[in-house]
């Protein structure tokens, strides 16, 4: 992973604003970043490449979405019954 990615991972705070998404209500966002997160891991994992990249979705999600939705997403994962397409 290049330097520049690297330091902006470390200095990370909260998510930057995503031109995506310029309404202030960002549920949309949250949705859409934990998607990318496990499509990332998928996708990665399957090549036997790096997973790395994928932690910037991550922090993204967990700063944006409420905990109990991220766990209701796991646990909907876990089951085999989550209504999104990763």
Request: charged share 25%.
């Amino acid at each position: 992973m290049s330097d520049h990615i690297e330091e902006k991972i470390k200095n990370y705070r909260t998510a930057p604003f995503d031109a995506r998404f310029p309404n202030t209500n960002q549920t949309r966002n949250c949705y859409q970043n934990y998607l990318d997160y496990h499509r990332c891991n998928k996708a990665l994992s399957a090549k036997d490449q790096d997973t790395a990249p994928c932690d910037w979705y991550q922090r993204v999600y967990k700063s944006l979405c409420p905990v109990g939705w991220v766990q209701k997403w796991d646990d909907q994962l876990a089951d085999g019954n989550f209504p999104g397409k990763i």
